[in-house]
């Protein structure tokens, strides 16, 4: 996800403390149950890290949050080993995190209150050693219909601002459908009955016609907010 063109907006909610909270829980019923809640956020967009926070929280003071997944760290790292006293330095290092990529001012807030509630959070995001390989993965190319592969491609021209050459057009849509598939594979490992896993991401990975819904099974209630 680039910083380029601008994305639709979350349904935020201006309030602020309790009232906003208790805003957000009410709002969530309207959602629930669901197996899955795709939180497709803009990534520099202080009120969609806060209403995640929200989210999380209200989830997990119900009993209904299976687990909270993220964009923002690789498969395999996880806090399911901390305590929920564990420190934010110690949830960090549990989360390998890229503070460079991805300010923890911004999201540590909804890992913390994850962590505090004995919730695992989880990397669900493509390693970083794996994207040459799926840059030149022609079997990805037909994980989705065709208009939506022609889709996701104008989606990369737009969010580089049409700098990319046009070489570089197929294999970096490989590489976002390789992380849709990784982040929908994630959720699929962490799916309880009657609880709902958070997977925190950016807009275009919650796309319902083009991100992770598409790799979803079909029997996976999933939400999508974006």
């Known amino acids: 996800t680039t910083g380029c063109a601008g994305r639709p907006e979350l349904p935020i909610l201006e309030q602020t403390g309790s009232r906003a909270a208790?805003?957000?829980?009410?709002?969530?019923?309207?959602?629930?149950?669901a197996d899955v809640l795709l939180d497709g956020e803009q990534h520099d967009a202080p009120a969609h890290h806060e209403l995640e926070q929200q989210i999380v929280s209200s989830l997990a003071s119900q009993g209904l949050l299976a687990a909270l997944a993220l964009e923002m760290a690789e498969?395999?790292?996880?806090?399911?080993?901390?305590?929920?006293?564990?420190?934010?330095?110690?949830?960090?290092?549990?989360?390998?995190?890229?503070d460079k990529a991805w300010p923890w001012t911004a999201y540590g807030p909804a890992v913390m209150t994850a962590v505090r509630a004995g919730v695992p959070v989880l990397g669900a995001n493509l390693p970083r050693d794996q994207m040459p390989a799926s840059m030149n993965d022609?079997?990805?190319?037909?994980?989705?219909?065709?208009?939506?592969?022609?889709?996701q491609q104008q989606g990369i021209r737009i969010g580089h601002c049409n700098l990319l050459p046009e070489s570089q057009i197929t294999p970096m849509t490989r590489i976002q459908i390789a992380k849709d598939i990784t982040m929908a594979d994630t959720v699929h490992q962490l799916l309880l009955p009657g609880k709902t896993v958070v997977l925190l991401t950016g807009n275009g990975h919650a796309d319902r016609t083009l991100g992770v819904p598409q790799h979803l099974r079909a029997d996976v209630k999933a939400k999508s907010l974006q």
């Open 138 to 151: 022609n079997k990805l190319d037909g994980q989705l219909p065709g208009p939506a592969l022609k889709a």
């Open 75 to 98: 498969v395999g790292v996880s806090t399911a080993k901390l305590k929920p006293s564990s420190t934010e330095a110690q949830a960090r290092r549990a989360l390998q995190w890229d």
């Open 22 to 33: 208790a805003q957000t829980a009410t709002w969530l019923k309207t959602l629930l149950p």
